[in-house]
């Protein structure tokens, strides 16, 4: 079975901090990928990052970055100099590779407010 | 302009009434879903279609009713529904079923009232 658990119902943080919006999986999948995707009021699921289980190399975009930890299983996003502009509910994913589980599994989301 | 489309963004509609939900994806892509998305649970999956064929229907109630015509195009027809079935619908796509891990790309959904 898939799982993936965001601990973090809601974070509020004053603009221009630092944020970290946990993410946690579990699969049985050996090949697997992870996704963060961004739900501002508007209602519209954005992609944001898409990683595949043989590479943990953190990737950074913009004030974007993100962690990617096997021996924890976790995929954390990192926000730096946060903006009310990145006030929204983001949402991280997994997808296992074998047949009959390529539907995203998602967590419950963190709502993320920035406070001006 | 997103990639994927959905219209109307809004629907308010009595118990009775039938109506449909339609998505429409510029991404030449041969995978679409639709998922649903309420307030008190996470996004789940409704159903999947790749190559106009549905390969996966998550349970959902039969008056629920997907329509696949081609690979751009995904409706959700509607019919007595319940005012528990109100929330925000979303359409997706990608590329292909057949591979793993590809990205699936959202509309903006379309907000579901009930009454």
């Known amino acids: 079975a898939q799982k993936v658990t965001q601990a973090q119902t809601e974070i509020s943080v004053v603009e221009k901090e630092d944020v970290t919006l946990d993410c946690v999986y579990e699969t049985r999948d050996t090949t697997y990928y992870l996704f963060w995707y961004k739900q501002p009021p508007s209602g519209e699921l954005v992609f944001l990052i898409r990683r595949n289980s043989f590479d943990e190399q953190n990737e950074i975009s913009g004030r974007y970055s993100w962690n990617f930890q096997k021996s924890t299983s976790s995929f954390n996003f990192t926000i730096t100099a946060s903006q009310v502009v990145d006030s929204a509910v983001y949402f991280c994913?997994?997808?296992?590779?074998?047949?009959?589980?390529?539907?995203?599994?998602f967590g419950s989301g963190t709502r993320l407010q920035v406070q001006p | 302009e997103t990639g994927v489309t959905q219209t109307p963004r809004h629907l308010v509609m009595g118990m009775t009434n039938k109506k449909s939900l339609k998505c429409e994806q510029h991404?030449?892509?041969?995978?679409m879903y639709w998922y649903k998305q309420s307030a008190k649970k996470p996004l789940e999956l409704m159903f999947v279609?790749?190559?106009?064929?549905?390969?996966e229907n998550n349970s959902v109630p039969s008056r629920f009713s997907p329509e696949c015509p081609n690979s751009s195009h995904l409706f959700l027809h509607l019919h007595t529904l319940q005012p528990e079935d109100s929330a925000l619908y979303l359409c997706a796509s990608s590329q292909d079923m057949g591979v793993s891990g590809n990205t699936i790309y959202f509309g903006e959904g379309s907000w579901l009232t009930v009454v």
């Open positions: 279609y790749n190559f106009k064929e549905q390969t």
């Open positions: 991404l030449g892509h041969n995978a």
């Open positions: 994913a997994l997808i296992g590779s074998p047949a009959g589980r390529r539907a995203l599994t």
